[in-house]
């Protein structure tokens, strides 16, 4: 069988890995000692803004792929994923009231709190993204082509901030193995699937590498 595009496992293995580091150096932290915690608490904040973005992401590019043909998956993710948002906030308050704590017996016993309720956020997530990685790739797969899943990703490259920067380069090579059909179809098919500011910036950014290309093949030809 041929190796389909996955949409969900790089981001939760990067995920996984930020989630050891952060628990490995969560339970070495010296509490009396402000410069050690202030910088997990940096990293734990950073890290939890990423995920808040990582489920918003899948709330515009993944789940209204799916609700079509699961429903109640969709509403259970949705679910988890207000269910995190509490536990995040749980986690940074606890965090706060860490840094504020006025002796370091009292800093102890909260950051005791803060490793426990750091491992059961590390739980919850852990099965959170098994589950989504175990349902939504089937459904994904089953329903759509690679070339759906490549529109997808190509919008998703456009649109997110931390990706702009390379999206152009992606775009280009996404392309380069694409024919015109082809590409017209994706335009539709993000068109048809996602917002539509969303698809007002990648076709933009299409366009602009579309125009590139033929004016790099009219040269080659002249050539
Ligand atoms: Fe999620
Ligand atoms: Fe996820």
Redesign the pocket.
């Known amino acids: 069988m041929n190796k389909r595009l996955d949409l969900l496992s790089t981001p939760h293995q990067e995920q996984r890995s930020r989630i050891y580091d952060l628990g490995k150096q969560l339970g070495t932290i010296e509490y009396s000692n402000t410069e050690n915690f202030l910088d997990f608490k940096q990293k734990l904040e950073n890290f939890i803004k990423e995920l808040k973005q ?2 918003l992401n ?1 709330g515009v590019f993944i789940m209204p792929l799916i609700k079509p043909f699961d429903k109640e998956t969709v509403e259970l ?1 949705e679910i ?2 207000s269910l ?1 948002e509490r536990r995040f906030h749980e986690l940074l308050s606890l965090a706060d009231k860490i840094e504020n704590a006025d002796n370091p017996e009292q800093k102890k016993e909260l950051g005791l709190q803060l490793y426990r309720l750091f491992n059961l956020m590390v739980g919850e997530y852990l099965v ?2 098994f589950q ?1 990685e175990n349902t939504i790739l089937d459904t994904l797969w089953k329903n759509y082509s690679d070339l759906d899943l490549t529109s997808i990703l190509v919008a998703f490259k456009c649109w997110a901030p931390h990706e702009r920067a390379m999206a152009p380069l992606f775009v280009k090579s996404t392309l380069a193995n694409l024919s015109a059909q082809q590409i017209d179809y994706m335009l539709q098919f993000i068109q048809s699937h996602l917002p539509n500011d969303i698809y007002t910036l990648v076709a933009h950014c299409v366009q602009q590498q579309r125009g590139e290309q033929n004016l790099t093949r009219n040269l080659t030809r002249r050539g």
């Open positions: 990582h489920s899948e993710f988890e994923h995190s959170h993204i989504e």
